[in-house]
């Protein structure tokens, strides 16, 4: 049975979470969640990893003792040292851990002085106001948790993309590898690029459907068949992913295509614009009465309807068509326009490689620059930075960049913006910095004006380049905080500050909307990975995803300029 990579992590997250419960080593602790951030971000897939006999302790922060767990794992599905150490605690304290505003720490403190070992008992508790008076609970972190419990209760499952991507790409190949298949491709929100997605739609095109579908159904990680047909099958997946797959003929290809990719409504637009025109759109094809004339091709059936192709991730109906019937649609940044990453950590604080390997790891990707922005003094669990370790960071960074050739690193820091607008370290060794990247990384939870002046008000500082993860959000997991981002939008502009699309995937932050908003206001923004090991400079392709959701173009995007171009782009007047 296959394993993924998620399924790993997952593995190893889970077992620092009960380990800290149990109050485990915290160094201990931290190499497993380490590992699982680790593993969640690999490029490349471990299990495949192990059975080509690959070293797994050259991957960073993977050791001797992490990669025979690894091992074991890919090979027996399973991990003793879980299943003793879940065998030591009580009920379901694991799922408790995963609920934001609780984590190891306050799952014990219900554990022991409630009894609380489940959903449940967690509910029943928090509905009778018994979580306030707990130590290091609070009234507030009640309400959370009962917020949390009843958006729980109807909310609709959504999957991270880079998790669907892992179990969607392997499923994907099985199934071209079946008798007759023509091709697969997967169509829907995953197509579209969306941040989270509900489920996978797959299309095929084959000489006969039998094979394909017998196929699909008997796949190895099926947890369940929801039903089975010559043209359409649903399947869900153990990792609770489903699944629909659907064959076409040759010649509905383009229109099965089209319209599987959605979303809905941009179909809708696009259908009305066919409808004008006398003619009938749906999934086999477009029709002048019953006389099919076109649908192999998704270009052939926009220019039927009298359009330009539109790239999938235009598919929302947020002006789209008309832009396409106007010729105005944007030419979207790609992968291959960036020249540089303008966020990423290294060992200094929380990251896990040096200034040299993550300089090695990105002139590898063909980069100009890196910037190092290592967090500042405010953020004491990250080990952040004062203004005499940075003074250190920054020769060491001088003396790099006389060796390397062909790239340059940009001397940099994450600067955290305190309450008062202002930055952590002051302008003298600010000033020193070829830029800033500015974030909040606490009190998250100011009103909606005081969040705003905060950031306004250390935009201010000359110093400010960029603002990090300007919403602070964390897909699925944290809700943005307060902010009015079109004033902070407005601010930028006018003193010349840039925000970011961190383009890390459980952030992801400027999303799509906001993106549209930065274009349509004329901001620029970089695209930046906040690469906490080398392997995280593959984000990129995320980032540059969601802003091409937002519209954006080459020129729209700071990382796509050479670095004499950035450079006069981002000097203040
Ligand atoms: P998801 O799965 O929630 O992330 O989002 P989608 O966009 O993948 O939606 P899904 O899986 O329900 O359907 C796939 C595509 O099929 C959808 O994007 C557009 C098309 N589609 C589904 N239902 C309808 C419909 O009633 N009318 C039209 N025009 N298209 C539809
Ligand atoms: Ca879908
Ligand atoms: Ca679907
Ligand atoms: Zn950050």
Redesign the pocket.
Same mark, same amino acid.
């Given at each position: 049975m296959a394993i993924h990579n998620a399924e790993i992590a997952r593995i190893f997250s889970l077992l620092a979470d009960l380990l800290e419960i149990e109050g485990a080593n915290p160094f201990r602790v931290r190499a497993y969640r380490n590992a699982a951030r680790t593993i969640e971000s690999l490029p490349h897939n471990v299990e495949a990893m192990v059975r080509e006999g690959a070293d797994l302790s050259e991957l960073p922060g993977i050791g001797e003792d992490l990669a025979g767990k690894i091992k074991e794992i890919v090979e027996t599905g399973r991990l003793g040292l879980l299943e003793e150490v879940k065998s030591r605690i009580p009920g379901a304290l694991a799922e408790l851990v995963a609920i934001p505003g609780l984590g190891p720490k306050r799952v014990k403190v219900l554990y022991d002085a409630l009894g609380i070992q489940d959903i449940e008992g967690l509910a029943r508790a928090a509905k009778a106001g018994k979580l306030r008076n707990l130590p290091g609970f609070g009234a507030k972190i009640e309400e959370k948790i009962l917020e949390e419990l009843s958006r729980r209760a109807t909310a609709e499952k959504?999957m991270k993309l880079i998790t669907a991507e892992q179990f969607a790409e392997p499923l994907l190949n099985y199934l071209r590898e079946a008798n007759g298949v023509t091709r697969a491709i997967i169509?829907?929100?995953?197509r579209?690029r969306?941040e989270? #997605?509900?489920?996978i739609?797959i299309l095929v095109t084959c000489r006969d459907s039998d094979p394909v579908m017998e196929r699909f159904v008997t796949y190895d990680e099926v947890e369940h068949v929801l039903s089975k047909g010559k043209t359409r099958s649903t399947i869900v997946l153990r990792s609770g992913l489903q699944v629909?797959l659907r064959v076409v003929a040759e010649e509905s290809y383009g229109s099965a295509l089209q319209?599987?990719?959605?979303?809905?409504a941009h179909? #809708?637009a696009v259908?009305h614009l066919a409808v004008k025109l006398g003619l009938k759109l749906n999934e086999y094809g477009v029709f002048r009465g019953e006389t099919y004339i076109a649908g192999r091709t998704e270009e052939e059936v926009y220019r039927t309807v009298g359009l330009p192709y539109i790239e999938p991730e235009l598919r929302e109906d947020w002006g789209e068509v008309e832009a396409a019937q106007q010729g105005r649609l944007p030419h979207l940044v790609t992968l291959a326009d960036i020249r540089g990453d303008l966020h990423a950590h290294t060992k200094a604080t929380d990251g896990q490689a040096t200034i040299e390997e993550m300089a090695a790891a990105a002139k590898a990707k063909g980069y100009d620059y890196l910037a190092i922005t290592d967090h500042t003094k405010r953020v004491t669990v990250a080990n952040g930075m004062d203004a005499k370790r940075l003074a250190q960071q920054l020769e060491a960074i001088d003396r790099l960049n006389e060796r390397l050739s062909g790239m340059k690193i940009l001397k940099s820091a994450e600067v955290d913006i305190l309450e008062d607008g202002s930055l952590d370290l002051p302008n003298d060794i600010l000033k020193e910095l070829d830029l800033t990247v500015c974030s909040i990384h606490y009190k998250l939870n100011l009103s909606r004006e005081k969040q705003t002046e905060r950031v306004i008000r250390a935009m201010d500082n000359p110093y400010f380049t960029i603002f990090g993860h300007p919403s602070g959000r964390m897909i699925e997991e944290r809700a943005p905080y307060a902010i009015d981002m079109e004033r902070v939008m407005q601010a930028a502009l006018e003193r010349g500050c840039f925000l970011e699309v961190n383009a890390q995937p459980s952030r992801l932050d400027l999303n799509d909307v906001h993106c549209k908003m930065a274009k349509d206001m004329g901001l620029k923004v970089a695209i930046s990975t906040d690469a906490h090991r080398t392997t995280d400079l593959d984000f990129m392709r995320f980032g540059v995803d969601q802003a091409r959701r937002g519209w954006l173009e080459p020129s729209d995007v700071l990382n796509t300029k050479k670095w004499s171009e950035l450079k006069s782009l981002i000097t203040r007047a």
């Open positions: 959504r169509a829907g929100s995953y579209r969306k989270t #997605i509900g489920d739609d629909d319209y599987f990719t959605g979303s809905k179909n #809708i259908r």
